[in-house]
């Protein structure tokens, strides 16, 4: 009778858990008609991508039931835009609750807690003075919903550029920023490790990450720091900047591999992310001040990577 009863508990614990799991798979896939296996398909057309507009930098809540993106319209500026499932239905992309009066934002990032949205912002610092650069902000999430964002301190407030900031799970910071004096082109990526709950210092990734190519940029780093993902201009590569990816071994990064020809084009890729579920990776595509969001399934892009580079 025990034996019964264990079995029949079993049962329903493997169906709530799977319905949990079912539940997480839809929300992301009610914003569009087909799922991706191999070849990126545009991510939630008329809805997140829409024509006349460049759609990029997404995020989820680790729940997946809140999005935010960048969408810059032609003769505008950048602009955060958030959605929410309620009752099993995506609301319509609407700007940040945070939306800046002054100056714009861009480039969201949820940490894999969540209980963080960082976002960059030219907005001025404090109400004395105006724009002194592109700064990281941030919210903390509570039971009552998203503060109201405040700038990081130091290190990172000094720094006059900060842009796509992504986190690691144990709060390790990477970004992409340069040195004093740099031209926009010198910027690459760096990265602030948390110690005893501070940033003490900003460092340069040294070895493979910034070794090759030119315009480093948008680094999306893996929750548990095992890859990172991210985009820059290569005289091998299929076009504009394309994205890479490059391996945590044993606190060694690998030189970055290119994604390949079903992911990168002619046209620029950039500012990869990938699904908390991991099952999912999200980036741009498109020319100048046009473009989409497209989303592949990832697990099968990392697999075919990782086969290659064993076998060689």
């Known amino acids: 009778m025990k034996q019964i009863k264990l079995f029949s508990f079993l049962i329903i614990l493997l169906v709530i858990i799977t319905s949990c799991q079912d539940s997480k798979k839809s929300n992301i896939t009610l914003l569009s008609n087909q799922i991706p296996i191999d070849t990126p398909l545009v991510f939630g057309p008329g809805v997140v991508s829409i024509k006349d507009a460049k759609d990029f930098a ?89 503060s109201e964002p405040k700038p990081l301190e130091k290190p990172f407030v000094d720094r006059s550029v900060i842009m796509y900031l992504t986190s690691s799970e144990n709060g390790n910071l990477y970004f992409t920023t340069g040195e004093k004096g740099d031209k926009p082109e010198d910027w690459v990526i760096y990265n602030s490790i948390k110690k005893d709950g501070q940033y003490k210092s900003i460092k340069r990734m040294e070895g493979e990450i910034n070794a090759t190519g030119k315009l480093i940029a948008h680094s999306y780093i893996a929750p548990d720091e095992s890859y990172m993902i991210y985009d820059f201009e290569h005289n091998t590569g299929y076009g504009e900047s394309d994205l890479y990816i490059s391996f945590n071994k044993n606190g060694t990064w690998t030189a970055p591999y290119n994604l390949g020809p079903k992911i990168n084009t002619d046209q620029t890729e950039m500012t990869a992310s990938v699904s ?27 697999e075919n990577i990782e086969k290659n580079i064993n076998s060689n």
């Not at 992309?93 to 912002?121: M, Q, R, V």
């Not at 980036?283 to 697990?299: L, P, T």
């Open 58 to 146: 997404i995020t989820f809540s680790p729940e997946m039931d809140e999005i935010y993106f960048t969408r810059r319209k032609p003769e505008e500026d950048n602009e955060i835009y958030a959605m929410k499932l309620i009752d099993g239905k995506w609301s319509n992309p609407e700007p940040a609750f945070f939306a800046a009066t002054e100056g714009w934002d861009f480039e969201p990032h949820i940490n894999p807690k969540g209980d963080k949205l960082y976002f960059g912002s030219l907005r001025p610092l404090n109400d004395t003075i105006g724009p002194t650069g592109l700064h990281q902000w941030y919210s903390k999430k509570s039971f009552s919903g998203w």
């Open 276 to 302: 908390p579920d991991g099952k999912y990776l999200f980036f741009h595509r498109g020319v100048d001040d046009d473009g989409d969001i497209y989303w592949v399934d990832f697990r099968a892009v990392k």
